[in-house]
């Protein structure tokens, strides 16, 4: 595939070749490279953080993390349109490389040990942020997935904490995706009550299906898109969904796949 050749260096990321080792959990390293050429911006990764991970595998999820080789185009001029697009597996990525991957494809199972599967017939998703510990989350909402490949949930943390600026990344259809703490505000809101079926009990963000989108002046959309110094972007908020789960614009075909 013909790649562009004008590097770019975004938010102090680091530009250096793509390794493929497994590397400890506690001291990874990662390198990317961000481009823009030919109307796209593109990325090319080893899907490592810029920051210190948990410990993987722990309690919650059994895999290690191993470097990747990660490429991945989105379009430079994105074009918003009157139908979302909802999203499976990685619906973005963050300027130090790595995937964000806010679904999970576990949902409730009285039968299975751990109490979920990959058995879908329930109809109740884990969230990743909510059923945090259940999947082994670490301090930046990020775990493994069976191939190594590390991902975040939902805010990344450590990556926040090395950023001096409010860019995150950019959404599978190009659009750029920001954080501004609590000055974007989720229009997402908690269910009242119990659940009437499935895992019963309170609904209190374990499952997907406990939220509802509720919308209301000076709320995000439900992709968690809204405007920005006059543009519309996409934003990482502290409250479900916390990263966008849909997108407005034309996906790119290097997402939308689970």
Known sequence: MDRPQSYLLIAGVTIAGIVATTVSAAAASGS?????SRGEVCMVSNGLPNHSTGKFPNSGNP?????QHIEVCVPENPVKTSHATQLRG???????????????????????PRGFSRDRSSGWQLDGKGAGSMLGLDRNNAHVDQRGLYHYHASPTGLLERS???LVGFAADGFE?????????????????????GPGGKHDGTYVQDWQYTGGSG????????????????FVTDSYPYLPHCAWGKVSRDFGRP
């Open 32 to 36: 990317v490279s961000i481009t823009k």
């Open 63 to 67: 895999h290690r993390i191993k470097a």
């Open 90 to 112: 990685a619906t973005g990525f963050a300027l130090n490389g790595v995937l964000l991957r806010p679904g999970t494809a576990d949902y409730y199972d009285p039968s299975s």
């Open 164 to 166: 001096k600026s409010s």
């Open 177 to 197: 995706i920001h954080y501004v703490g609590a000055r974007a505000k989720s229009g997402y809101t908690l269910k009242s009550g119990t659940r009437k079926s």
């Open 219 to 234: 709320k995000l959309d439900k992709c968690n898109g809204g405007s920005l110094n006059g543009k519309f972007v996409y």
